[in-house]
């Protein structure tokens, strides 16, 4: 009998219910369900110095009931159930420090890291929100205007997604200039959008790490 724990970098809190269809998704192997963050392999590197996976030579005293699974989106855990108390602890406090979420599939439960993450929601205003909810960068969104202009959310230094409303942007008026760069300069991009609700849907999708938002887009490179 095992006791198993998922844990994945999320850009602001989620239901337990949309962490369930996460982990289920990455448990079945499936990818490009989260973003992917450097946060993920400290933890790991960190876990696995204390704790090494599971072998030949060290199953009889090792936490693991089973290998860790590990992708460049997620690290997944079967505690062997006599150390569910120990383990589950260490691995609370672990995931918090590295700014990652947590997901206990046997009570469908969720555990976020104390402080949130580094997301940030930039306004045309000069304002920022640290990790923004969904709300609060739909709002926003809503909000764009002649004198509110752009909205900025980043998930960490070099990744964001920003759009900027009308002539200010370099578009015509009732268009939008959106915005993506994912890490390196050659990874910014830009498409010119008609409809709100494509650039509401897309930044939902980019924070939730999910690429289908892209689909229909023509983007073409944002020279520096």
């Known amino acids: 009998m095992s006791f198993d724990l998922g844990f994945w970098w999320e850009a602001q809190p989620v239901s337990s219910a949309e962490a369930g269809q996460k982990y289920l998704a990455m448990a079945e192997g499936g990818t490009g369900i989260v ?5 993920l392999a400290t933890f790991y590197n960190e876990l696995t110095s204390q704790f090494p996976d599971l072998s030949e030579e060290n199953m009889d005293t090792s936490p693991w009931a089973s290998s860790l699974y590990r992708t460049d989106e997620c690290v997944i855990v079967s505690i062997s159930y006599p150390r569910k108390l120990e383990m589950s602890s260490f691995l609370f406090g672990l995931a918090s420090r590295c700014g990652l979420t947590c997901y206990d599939p046997q009570e469908s439960r969720v555990h976020f890291p104390e402080g949130g993450n580094a997301a940030s929601l930039e306004l045309a ?3 920022i929100v640290d990790s923004p909810s969904r709300d609060d960068v739909a709002r926003a969104l809503n909000g764009l205007s002649l004198d509110d202009w752009y909205v900025i959310v980043e998930l960490e230094p070099g990744w964001f997604i920003q759009v900027g409303f009308g002539v200010a942007a ?13 890490g390196a300069k050659e990874r ?3 498409a010119v959008v008609g409809e709100l609700a494509r650039v509401v ?24």
């Open 35 to 39: 973003h992917e963050h450097s946060a």
């Open 125 to 127: 205003d000069g304002s």
């Open 170 to 182: 370099g578009v015509p008026e009732g268009f939008y200039a959106l915005e993506v760069r994912e």
């Open 188 to 190: 910014h991009f830009r």
């Open 201 to 224: 849907d897309a930044f939902d999708r980019f924070i939730a790490g999910d690429s289908s938002w892209q689909a229909g887009l023509q983007f073409s490179p944002v020279s520096y």
